[in-house]
């Protein structure tokens, strides 16, 4: 459906598959064709993603105010390390990438099969039990090894023993973290959002309640108390739902396991490396800012967690549609799949592109806005702002990577061409880092991690083909193009109106950049926003008509 990228014409919601079997009501997924189901769950994806957002804002505010920019603050984010490779490896790209597909396909089958052998009984017997010997394993070694582990991380840390600490206490979030990453998955196979959107809110209250509470006796290592704590709060916020939808009573039948081989390592082995390596990007900034002078690493982190906001919202699309996809593609309608995938990436570029421009326009002022009290001081503000312009630039491609790996992984069978696109990126980041670093530091490395996750996401768009959702990608090249140019055009408005206080600025910056970009997408000719304005035009409450005047009874 390369025409509908090209036009920018939104394509109908795609068809409802089969419903689960009436014997089984507590597990049965909700249409997945319904625009308006849709429409809902991506409104309540967005409010609780919203929410997650803004508890990661007040985390880092307060890991910058009362820890700053310093060789502290720098130890913790070495462990830190930990929970965000286990977040990507087993929350986000990992175990979803493997289990929604895997759930979707037991799902349909078994709508076909009726009763007797539950195939997703099959599932879960096949993967939770090895999930949690496996991950309960590896987090003990990890907790042991851990005075190993740092120096090669970041070699020349100034607080390594402070390091080790904080990893021993962030260990447990690799089995905490798969199991939340399995609940999640298991939870939006079956239609069911709320409770996965909410997983950041109650991690980061984890992490938040952690500083106010332990900070002034345990210092950093609160933090590190508080990824702990937000990784068991992450699970039992899913855990009751999961209960309810998979409690089944079928009759045991021969075919029990059939469903075992759904998770094989054929499956599971391209997945594993394209998640590993994309959350290799954040190994190679710290392995390479560690030798830089102490905040480094600090100012690395605020601004990549302050520029990845629109990112993390543009996903919510591609995490709210991807079951849909994945069933599309079990029930055989490969089309609908990919008029979804190729709508669903536009809209995730424009929502990226949007909230790119308006960091372009007002860095700075939003670092002063969010960091600038306590121990974080000017000159961080001024570092962490440069920092964050460069990582704008590459916001689009770590867009595209997180929809178009969905694409390629919706299918029960995953190819290695996204492992190897991402294996690509990452060398391109290390083999660019070590010099641009030396020239301008933390901004260098900022600008390897644009070069190679840009890199990552032309690889991917160019062999998108072979995926499990053949897309258009010549059409959706020249959109995504088009968008870039309007963006770009906002964000130099933006950055004109960025004037007066930093709150004042920033909202100037802002509405600039939202009044620039639809009239520049106009005359652009891009997709999406000419038929986003045309929708909103026509849910415009109308006047209400006169009411017909009656003659008085008689």
């Not at 068809?15 to 507590?26: C, G």
């Not at 995938?341 to 421009?357: F, H, K, M, S, Y």
Request: one cysteine or more.
């Amino acid at each position: 459906m390369a025409e509908a990228a090209s036009t920018g014409v939104l394509p109908d919601d795609i068809r409802p598959v089969a419903a689960p079997a009436p014997e089984a009501p507590a597990t049965a997924p909700r249409p997945a064709g319904s625009g308006r189901w849709l429409a809902r769950a991506a409104v309540l994806t967005a409010a609780f993603t919203a929410a997650g957002a803004l508890l990661g804002l007040v985390r880092d505010q307060l890991l910058a105010s009362v820890f700053g920019a310093g060789p502290e603050t720098d130890a913790f984010l070495v462990a830190w390390t930990v929970p965000e490779f286990a977040a990507t490896l087993l929350i986000e790209d990992g175990m979803a990438l493997v289990l929604v597909p895997a759930f979707a396909a037991a799902l349909a089958r078994r709508a076909a099969t009726g009763s007797g052998a539950d195939p997703v009984r099959a599932l879960v017997r096949a993967t939770l039990p090895r999930l949690v010997l496996v991950l309960g394993a590896a987090a003990g070694v990890l907790a042991l090894a851990a005075p190993w582990l740092v120096p090669l991380l970041a070699p020349g840390l100034a607080r390594p023993a402070l390091a080790v600490d904080c990893v021993r206490l962030t260990a447990s979030c690799l089995l905490s973290f798969a199991l939340a990453g399995w609940c999640s998955a298991a939870l939006r196979a079956h239609g069911s959002y709320a409770a996965p959107a909410a997983i950041y809110v109650a991690y980061n209250a984890g992490i938040v309640a952690a500083i106010l509470l332990l900070g002034p006796e345990w210092g950093v290592r609160a933090a590190a108390a508080g990824v702990a704590a937000g990784g068991v709060l992450m699970v039992l916020l899913q855990a009751p739902g999961v209960w309810r939808r998979l409690r089944l009573k079928v009759r045991p039948g021969p075919d029990t396991k059939a469903d075992s081989g759904a998770v094989a390592l054929a499956v599971i082995a391209p997945v594993v490396v394209f998640a590993v390596s994309r959350q290799s990007q954040v190994l190679v900034e710290r392995f390479l800012a560690a030798p830089l002078p102490a905040g480094a690493i600090s100012h690395l982190n605020y601004a990549q967690k302050v520029a990845q906001l629109p990112m993390t919202l543009s996903l919510m699309v591609c995490t709210v549609s991807f079951p849909v996809v994945a069933r599309a593609l079990a029930a055989g309608d490969i089309g609908a799949a990919r008029r979804r995938a190729e709508r669903d990436l536009l809209l995730a570029g424009l929502i990226v592109l949007t909230g790119a421009a308006t960091v372009l326009a007002a860095a700075p002022q939003l670092v002063h806005l969010l960091f600038e009290r306590g121990a974080f001081d000017r000159s961080d503000t001024a570092v962490t702002a440069t920092v964050m312009r460069v990582y704008a630039l590459g916001l689009l491609g770590q867009t595209l990577v997180g929809a178009l790996v969905r694409c390629s992984f919706s299918s029960a069978r995953p190819l290695w061409h996204p492992a190897a696109a991402m294996l690509a990126g990452i060398a391109a980041t290390a083999a660019a880092g070590h010099p641009l670093a030396a020239m301008w530091g933390a901004p260098g490395i900022a600008a390897a991690n644009a070069l190679g996750i840009t890199l990552t996401a032309a690889l991917l768009l160019a062999g998108s083909r072979r995926g499990g959702v053949p897309l258009g990608a010549g059409a959706l090249l020249s959109g995504l193009a088009r968008l870039t140019a309007a963006a770009l055009a906002a964000a130099a408005a933006g950055r004109l109106c960025a004037v007066g206080p930093p709150l004042l600025a920033v909202t100037l910056a802002a509405a600039a950049v939202l009044v620039v970009l639809p009239p520049a997408a106009l005359v652009l000719r891009a997709p999406v926003v000419p038929e986003l304005l045309a929708r909103a035009r026509r849910t415009r409450p109308a006047t209400p008509p006169d009411r017909p005047r009656t003659k008085a009874p008689v």
